[in-house]
């Protein structure tokens, strides 16, 4: 067995045991799916950065005091805007940002707005990412992940976004629909007063999904 698919496969074994226990706070959700999706994709984790962390609370925190959702100059990274609030803020924003996935061509690499989320999530040069999330005043999430060095250059989708090892995800069902893992309609959702990151409550169906999903990820690469 190769070597990325044994890495492959313990980063799912190490999530399936972690978010089971309700271990998946705001920083691990953003950093697992962020380097699940690169293992994927044949590209090297990322490691957390206080200092894109700071840069990604301060951005937030101007788009919920102004009601805005927009991406900032400087480091613009990847913004994602939910008025359903979900109960894993970063594992929501992270696998719509790879629902891109189906969009992009492989044979013909290059930027592209409908898939801009994901090649920057699986950018082989990014090293490090920092996020934060705030509430607007209309009460909508948004979150802000922004990386370095950033990705999405003209002329290096080549080198820095590449085919998945297993094509795992396209036979699960959100890459036909929005992912439901993080909406479980018979928990009711909490609405945090402050954005600050919390802890994720693990909702009964999230577990038998990604039970699910492991098992069907783990037929695949074995």
Known sequence: ???????????????????????MAFKEQCLYWHNYF???????????????????????????ENNKFQHSRHNPGNLYLQGQIPKEYCSDAIWWFHWEEKNYDYSNPRY????????????????EIGAAWALRKDGKLV???????GGNYVRYFANNVFRPTA??????DWKVQPPKFTLCPEDAVETPSS??????????????????????IMGLIL
């Not at 690169?38 to 919920?64: F, G, I, N």
């Open 1 to 23: 067995m190769s070597a990325i698919k044994l890495t492959t496969m313990a980063i799912v074994v190490a999530a399936f045991v972690a978010i089971c226990k309700g271990k």
């Open 38 to 64: 690169r293992t994927l994709h044949q590209v090297p984790p990322v490691t957390w950065s206080m200092d894109l962390q700071k840069e990604a609370e301060e951005w937030v925190k101007y788009l919920a």
């Open 112 to 127: 592209s707005r409908s898939t801009g989320h994901f090649s920057q999530v699986v950018w082989r040069n990014s090293k």
């Open 143 to 149: 979150v802000s992940i922004k990386y370095k060095p």
């Open 167 to 172: 094509r795992v995800l396209s036979d699960l």
């Open 195 to 216: 954005a600050a990151p919390v802890p994720a409550k693990v909702a009964s169906c999230f577990q038998v999904q990604l039970l699910n999903t492991f098992l069907v």
